[in-house]
């Protein structure tokens, strides 16, 4: 895929023939699960979010609606929305689901009792049974400030309260929730090579390059088609595609944490649209002063958007290596 577009603008990520790049994904898609992994069709596990659905209608018409098989993969803490949109999707393209409540799984590993215990030593009052919490990152992205996280608890009624995360308890809610993607990831490839199908991942160019996966969690698949694509290429995608328009309406969450939480408060800091076109000018080393010109910025913001990107591809780099031998 080329972007010809050379001085920067807000359209320069526009996908202008999406016909032929979707046949393009798709061509490659084929001839990878067919030819490279030998395997007859793919699982996709999906959530009701917008990358999944993305990589469902193209494993669908890569592949064909027989040979896809979609995995439904809720937990206690998911929304009830996910599983009824993941549902919607592959009514809508015709593929066949299975339903994994991951929930036992989960509490055999101790995911939630090691996270709630974490979040008490935060919040002695903290309530798993009345009370949920996530994890927030509240300062502005704007500024060249390291990243801090906050815990927020969220009582019955409403009312919330926020403190700064020590690093002991941070590591400690993180590991035990990433229990969640690795049990997935092992559900997926249990259905993989039950059917001899590949594993369809699901990430996109952002989670991929900083960083937004668990390692051997969501981040372990056998290909990833979209993983070349910028957020705002995924929505283009889908609507060519015809996603459903209540999954392309839904706001982005991480649908991980007790307390709904979006994927820009947790960890990417600013609106994917804006986002998209400021890493696209870093990648491609346009400089600062055209960038804040175009988006109506300052040239300090960006140039810190800057430093906060190669902060956090610096940061998250084990997770894209390889066994080290």
């Known amino acids: 895929m080329e972007i010809t577009a050379k001085s920067f603008s807000k359209d320069i990520l526009r996908l202008e023939n999406i016909e032929s790049i979707c046949d393009e994904i798709c061509q490659k898609l084929r001839t990878n699960v067919r030819n490279k992994l030998k395997r007859r069709g793919a699982v996709v596990g999906i959530s009701g979010g917008i990358d999944s659905s993305v990589v469902l ?3 669908t018409r890569a592949l064909g609606k027989d040979n896809v098989r979609g995995i439904l993969l809720p937990e206690r803490d998911s929304s009830p929305d ?3 949109l993941a549902q919607k999707l592959a009514e809508k393209f015709g593929v066949k689901t299975t339903i994994e409540d991951i929930t036992s799984a989960l509490n055999g590993f101790g995911c939630y009792k090691r996270r709630d215990e974490a979040v008490s030593n935060v919040f002695p009052e903290f309530n798993p049974l009345m009370d949920k919490a996530k994890i927030e990152i509240k300062q502005n992205i704007f500024e060249n400030i390291p990243t801090i996280f906050s815990l927020t608890i969220v009582k019955p009624d409403g009312s919330q309260q926020s403190k700064l995360l020590p690093a002991k308890e941070y590591l400690q809610i993180v590991a035990s929730t990433n229990f969640k993607q690795r049990s997935r990831m092992s559900m997926l490839y ?3 090579e039950s059917l001899h199908y590949a594993v369809v991942g699901t990430p996109n160019k952002h989670e991929v390059e900083q960083g937004f996966f668990v390692k051997y969690g969501d981040g372990g698949a056998d290909v990833m088609p979209i993983g ?5 290429q995924v929505y283009q995608l889908a609507e060519y595609l015809g996603v459903p328009q209540e999954i392309i309406d839904r706001t982005p969450t991480t649908d991980t944490y007790s307390a709904e939480q979006t994927q820009e408060e947790f960890f990417y800091q600013m609106p994917f649209q804006e986002m998209d076109l400021i890493w696209y000018a870093w990648e491609n080393k346009y400089e600062v002063e055209e ?5 109506n910025k300052l040239v300090e913001e960006i140039r810190n958007i800057y430093k906060n990107f190669e902060r956090k591809q610096n940061t998250t780099e084990y997770l894209r290596l390889a066994p080290i031998f």
């Open 190 to 192: 249990y259905y993989g």
């Open 228 to 232: 070349h694509l910028y957020k705002t």
């Open 291 to 295: 960038v804040a010109t175009a988006l």
């Open 57 to 59: 209608a193209l494993a």
């Open 82 to 84: 996910s599983l009824m």
